[in-house]
């Protein structure tokens, strides 16, 4: 199934996809009375997950309170992380090649360790949201489309065969990056972490809609034009290992949200670069999930 925070008529409330895709039936319809995603994550039970999948499968004119997915205004499904945003730097091979390029580093063709940094959110951005340019700051603005693993519950020193039992789902992400700011301070977090840059949506596809470990198609476009394309069975680092290295030294609380790396085929990639621009439309899409969709602001 897939969840949604959303707004219609100036009121907030999270909700299940219907099936088709075509409607949003509000969790208090279904007498759940979670008021922010993060709850949910926390306190859902199996029952109620099982009547959420049950609900998604009816008829909208049977359900309380349906809302026209149209007519809806959909959030980010996690409009405010309790905790900076865990992510991976170079986790697809060939991203580190183009990465290594653009940097003029030499690049050695081995990746034996992951590489961890955090991204710091005060509000994720939502599908239909404008992604601020920060003029200001910023001369080279740049997109990457990226699976983010959502844990379900508190996590410490879980095997990697048990990692799958402690995802509660998957969103999309675009981990927007300042490259000047990330190679002038030597670090990513700056570059990373400026207001916007956290685009999230458009829902959460929980974990047992989709095949363990995920092998999905994920890609991005930029006005249209197709720039990344790949598959998240292309990580470097998979999941069981990410949630396994990281829990060994980490306690990993329900709502924590890890960033799993890019492609190849962001802006710095391209010779010369194709950053982005005032008015682009930047889309990231990832199967079984969505399409995020964010136009780069005028300032």
């Not at 710095?268 to 399409?291: A, H, K, Q, W």
Request: proline fraction near 6%.
């Amino acid at each position: 199934m897939r969840l949604v925070t959303y707004e219609i008529e100036h009121k907030k409330g999270l909700g299940v996809i219907s099936r088709d895709g075509e409607w949003i039936y509000p969790l208090r319809s279904l007498d759940m009375d979670y008021k922010t995603m993060q709850e949910l994550i926390e306190g859902i039970s199996e029952s109620e997950k099982q009547l959420l999948e049950y609900a998604s499968g009816q008829d909208p004119y049977k359900v309380k309170g349906a809302v026209p997915m149209k007519e809806a205004l959909l959030l980010a499904p996690i409009p405010h992380p309790v905790q900076d945003v865990i992510c991976l730097g170079i986790n697809y091979m060939a991203h580190a090649e183009e990465s290594a390029r653009y940097k003029k580093e030499a690049f050695g063709g081995e990746r034996p360790f992951a590489v961890y940094f955090s991204k710091r959110v005060n509000r994720a951005t939502g599908t239909g949201e404008e992604i601020p340019g920060h003029r200001d700051l910023v001369q080279d603005l740049d997109y990457e489309a990226e699976l983010a693993v959502i844990i379900g519950k508190e996590a410490k020193n879980v095997p990697a065969a048990e990692v799958r039992n402690y995802i509660f789902g998957y969103t999309v992400i675009n981990d927007v990056s300042a490259r000047t700011l990330q190679t002038h301070h030597k670090q990513w977090y700056f570059g990373k972490s400026l207001d916007g840059f956290l685009p999230m949506g458009p829902c959460i596809t929980t974990a047992e809609e989709l095949p363990y470990p995920p092998r999905l198609s994920i890609q991005s476009r930029v006005n249209g034009q197709l720039r990344q394309d790949s598959n998240t069975e292309c990580m470097i680092f998979d999941i069981d290992h990410i949630v396994s290295e990281l829990s060994a030294g980490m306690t990993l609380k329900a709502g924590t949200i890890i960033s799993t790396g890019t492609p190849a085929g962001v802006g710095m990639g391209f010779d010369p670069p194709r950053f982005l621009n005032p008015g682009d439309i930047v889309e990231c899409s990832i199967e079984g999930i969505g399409t995020l969709v964010n136009r780069v602001s005028e300032s």
